[in-house]
């Protein structure tokens, strides 16, 4: 097959898919659901990219050497993500700074005797 063989109807039903992961990614957001809203959001958005690179950008019906390049792109990808993740979930809670009142003694610090 070539890259003609895309019907519009297939186009369609792919524009369709992706308004429902956007939903999806929508939807998932709403709920805290801790480190799984992040795992949610990576796994749609790898249907999305693949939906995307396979139907719009015609790589399902082309060459090999186009493949060896998208699969490349993909596995760039991949390593991207997995060095973001690594970061992430190494982060230790941050715990936000309250400013005190000038006659308020540091934490930790012992109070002054006049």
Same mark, same amino acid.
Not at 17 to 31: G, M, N, S
Not at 36 to 51: C, F, P, Q
């Given at each position: 097959?070539?890259?003609?063989?895309?019907?519009?109807?297939? !186009?369609?039903?792919?524009? %369709?898919?992706? !308004?429902?992961?956007?939903?999806?990614?929508?939807?998932?957001?709403?709920?805290?659901?801790?480190? $799984?809203?992040?795992?949610? %959001?990576?796994?749609?958005?790898?249907?999305?990219?693949?939906?995307?690179?396979?139907? &719009?950008?015609?790589?399902?019906?082309?060459?090999?050497?186009?493949?060896? &390049?998208?699969?490349?792109?993909?596995? $760039?990808?991949?390593? &991207?993500?997995?060095?973001?993740?690594?970061?992430?979930?190494?982060?230790? /809670?941050?715990?936000?700074?309250?400013?005190?009142?000038?006659?308020?003694? %540091?934490?930790?610090?012992?109070?002054?005797? /006049?």
């Amino acid at each position: 097959m070539n890259a003609s063989a895309t019907s519009q109807k297939s !186009l369609w039903k792919v524009w %369709a898919a992706l !308004l429902t992961l956007l939903a999806l990614t929508w939807l998932a957001a709403r709920f805290n659901l801790g480190l $799984w809203n992040t795992v949610i %959001a990576l796994v749609i958005s790898g249907m999305k990219m693949t939906l995307v690179i396979l139907f &719009f950008m015609q790589v399902r019906y082309s060459s090999r050497l186009i493949w060896i &390049f998208a699969c490349a792109g993909f596995i $760039w990808w991949m390593i &991207f993500v997995s060095l973001a993740m690594t970061d992430y979930l190494t982060r230790r /809670e941050v715990v936000p700074y309250q400013r005190q009142s000038p006659n308020t003694p %540091a934490q930790g610090a012992p109070a002054r005797r /006049e």
